[in-house]
């Protein structure tokens, strides 16, 4: 009789072991396989022109797709404003969006980016595989893509996603 | 400001709740009157947080994260209300409010329960708390600015969604109820009378889940794009186990009730259907499980989360296995009596929600002891392996009703053998008549229509005799009848067809012709898109179509919105594909006969709650 209390007690404990294991497997760090950088060329928000070979300057700077009507955006712009004391080059993309509010965003919280694309239409952002914003790159020499993340970019995720491979 | 008095309200009733916990266990109040003003408060206190966040969604006061994620200024007005139970922390916050409506109902019914609504608190409390620590919908994004919203989820803007999530949430909220009252039961050794209750709780709590969960079906039906009502998602997995258990509960604390046998087995299924719906919220809410329903990931609130769940478990089996007694362990039952007709009941319905529950988190098991692989468990293992046993359930469900208490020897077998007999050979010359004859149209027709018969009958001996009869039980399982007919019949006699047409092109499926009539540009509020009209031309009836594919800009999302005709008989459906030229589209077209069956059943089913159990013709 007495088998039962323990028999369920382990089938429970086993359960909600195995649940918790997989929450912890989740939380580890993503692979994620290098790509080559699509070429492209755009615009500027102050009206002059950029090309992706201008990247090759640093061997190692961030694409910032951002928009503002994009409430993530607004979360994560604190902490890029923090890369960029950092002294980490951060190159926006200005996606699907308008010249005037983008302005007025960047004098209302400040501007951490060294150049500015605008990409009014979405055409650079197709070329990188862009699907919404946020969303951040990370360029290795100025041709790789060695890092895409989807979604607010905040501390945690710099530690977990972006640091390691930098520091390599 | 009142972001700021909600989340204070918030934390207050927390702290409300907890007092509760403590008072009740720790010093027993001897005026009744204390659980009910103290219930009473919390929900008042959790009521008006909600109106702050309604008023927070109203006033498009985007300086509330929650508010600037999930609405949009261009957002009709209804939507706006509804958009609050868009996200993860605004229906965590409708579901508590749901759940102190509830406890608050039951305490002011059961004033005699010293410890019931103190146990149905732990769950309020521990809900709280992880809504007020990490789920704040009252948080902030300070400074102030001057963003215009993001937008609800496109496919959430919709009637049925609206309504959706609160009759889902009246359903899991109810099963803390009979949990609450069996953990009373047994702490202060109570009479069996005391149980009583857990059948009307369990009732009301499965009518709400069916209408929530048939909802859910609608929307995906129509919202979706894909023709399907059921698509084995681990998210209707996750209500669909709590449903089996709790329909299982109502069958056993029947049993409880008249024959004061199951006792334990009741118990027990309390604390299994309130894990069931818990676990259920676990695997929508973590992201554990990617699915269509899934809200953002946090890893937190899933640890948190799985924790709620899991010291509600073992505190629920603790307390069964230190205080249970054999009260009603030793049931002599005859294989013809209600009793053995109640047990099959219960071990078929537990043994499929097993089955469900297993199919459902398969893949995280397999992907833990794969080293990472992933797969997927889809519609085919689900419909094998759960079919057969629904199937043989229905079976036993029609012939339970006939059967009596005690019986010992066979009762109504003329007309049990009748019933069987005549359907089957009804359902044989129908599946040969009406369809191509199939060996699962054939038996699915025959226990519907077992079914029917067995009810008929006993409606009619309740006529004839001074029988009480149950309107809830035959609302109920007509409803289910009338609910696997749709099943049967839909899902063995659809037919569909993908083409591309140009305008004024034309392509037959089957005897019926359809041909590309117009496509227009539409323009809304919150969204444009294409409209295309088809025409359906069956004999000398046509039916107009008008299916569109819509982009949402301040979400920038696409959908598919199905062209629909509606019709007790069949629906026809067409849903848009690609764009293929300047006039051409892709389109898929699907004739779906007596698919309203399905819904129109889960209805009557609903309907179940608002009928007495106890009625006399004579």
């Known amino acids: 009789m007495k088998i039962y209390p323990l028999l369920t007690i382990l089938f429970v404990i086993s359960l909600f072991g195995l649940l918790f294991f997989q929450l912890f497997l989740n939380s580890g760090i993503e692979e994620f396989d290098q790509k080559k950088l699509a070429p492209f060329e755009s615009n500027l928000l102050n009206g002059d022109s950029f ?22 955006c607004r979360l994560e712009h604190s902490y890029l404003m923090e890369l960029e004391k950092k002294g980490i080059t951060i190159i926006g993309i200005n996606y699907k969006d308008d010249k005037e509010k983008a302005f007025k965003w960047l004098d209302q919280f400040g501007d951490p980016y060294s150049e500015n694309l605008f990409d009014e239409k979405g055409e650079v952002g197709f070329l990188l595989g862009v699907s919404g914003a946020p969303e951040t790159f990370l360029i290795k020499n100025g041709d790789s893509v060695v890092m895409h993340h989807m979604g607010v970019l905040d501390e945690q995720v710099w530690n977990n996603k972006f640091a390691p491979l930098i520091d390599k | ?84 139970w868009g996200g993860h922390e605004g229906s965590l916050l409708l579901f508590l409010l749901i759940l102190a409506g509830w406890i608050l109902v039951f305490v002011f019914f059961h004033r005699d329960h010293k410890h019931s609504s103190a146990f149905m608190n732990i769950v309020l409390f521990a809900l709280l708390a992880f809504t007020v620590f990490l789920s704040n919908p009252f948080e902030r994004l300070l400074p102030i600015s001057s963003i215009s919203g993001s937008d609800l989820n496109p496919l959430l803007q919709d009637f049925a969604f609206t309504i959706h999530p609160p009759m889902l949430y009246m359903g899991y909220a109810g099963l803390v109820i009979p949990f609450g009252i069996a953990m009373n039961f047994l702490l202060n050794q109570e009479k069996v009378k005391q149980l009583a209750p857990i059948r009307s709780w369990s009732v009301v709590s499965w009518s709400f889940l069916t209408l929530g969960i048939s909802l859910g079906s609608w929307w995906a039906y129509y919202e979706l794009g894909w023709g399907g009502w059921w698509f084995w998602d681990p998210v209707e997995n996750s209500a669909l186990v709590p449903w089996l258990l709790c329909t299982a509960l109502i069958h056993s604390s029947i049993a409880t009730n008249a024959r004061q046998i199951f006792i334990n087995w009741t118990i027990a299924l309390t604390i299994l259907s309130l894990a069931g719906s818990l676990l259920g919220m676990f695997l929508v809410r973590s992201g554990i499980i990617t699915s269509v329903h899934s809200f953002a990931l946090d890893p937190d609130r899933g640890i948190f989360l799985l924790l709620i769940c899991f010291v509600i478990v073992i505190l629920g089996f603790s307390l069964f296995f230190l205080k249970s007694d054999s009260r009603g362990l030793k049931t002599d039952m005859g294989i013809y009596s209600k009793e053995f007709m109640f047990f099959i009941n219960n071990a078929f319905l537990v043994t499929l929600s097993a ?86 149209e054939f ?106 594919r819509r982009f949402y800009p301040a979400s920038r999302m696409e959908t598919t919105e199905a062209g629909i005709y509606p019709s007790i008989y069949k629906d026809v459906y067409i849903s848009l594909g690609q764009k293929i030229g300047e006039n051409a589209w892709a389109a898929k077209v699907q004739i779906k006969p007596l698919v309203r069956f399905i819904w129109l059943g889960a209805i009557i089913m609903f309907l179940a709650l608002f009928v007495r159990t106890n009625i006399k013709f004579k």
């Open chain 2, 443 to 548: 038996v699915g027709n025959a226990i519907v229509l077992m079914l029917v018969q067995s009810l008929t009958l006993l409606v009619f001996k309740s006529f004839n005799s001074k029988r009480k009869i149950n309107l809830s039980m035959i609302a109920g399982h007509l409803g289910l009848a009338i609910l696997t007919f749709g099943i049967t019949i839909s899902s063995l006699n659809s037919v569909e067809k993908e083409f591309v047409l140009q305008k004024n092109e034309s392509v037959s499926v089957g005897s019926s012709t359809i041909t590309l009539e117009n496509t227009q540009i539409v323009q809304e509020d919150n969204y444009y898109g294409d409209r295309v009209t088809f025409s359906f031309q069956e004999e000398d009836r046509v039916l107009k179509l008008y299916p569109e």
């Open chain 2, 1 to 84: 400001m009142i972001p700021e008095l909600g989340n204070f309200l918030l934390i207050f009733s927390m702290i409300n709740s907890l007092l509760l916990i403590s008072i009740a266990l720790v010093f027993p109040p001897k005026d009744k009157r204390f659980f009910l003003s103290a219930s009473l408060v919390t929900f008042l206190a959790i009521f008006l947080s909600f109106i702050a966040l309604e008023i927070s969604f109203l006033t498009d006061d985007f300086s509330v994260l929650y508010v600037a994620t999930n609405s949009n200024p261009n957002l009709p007005i209804y939507y706006k209300f509804a958009a609050l």
């Open chain 2, 355 to 440: 089955i469900v529950l297993l199919g459902t988190i398969y893949p995280i098991i397999y992907e833990i002891f794969s080293g990472g692989d992933q797969i997927t468990v889809g519609a085919p293992y689900f419909n094998m392996v759960t079919v057969p046993f629904a199937l043989i359930l229905l079976f036993f469900q029609a012939i339970g009703p006939l059967t009596k208490w005690g019986g010992n020897k066979i009762d109504n077998l003329n007309s049990i053998g009748m019933i069987i007999l005549s359907s089957t050979a009804l359902s044989y010359l129908v599946s040969n008549i009406f369809f191509s004859f199939s060996l699962y």
């Open chain 1, 51 to 72: 090309t992706s070979k201008e990247l090759k300057n640093n061997s190692l700077s961030l694409l910032n797709v951002w928009a503002t009507w994009c409430v993530g």
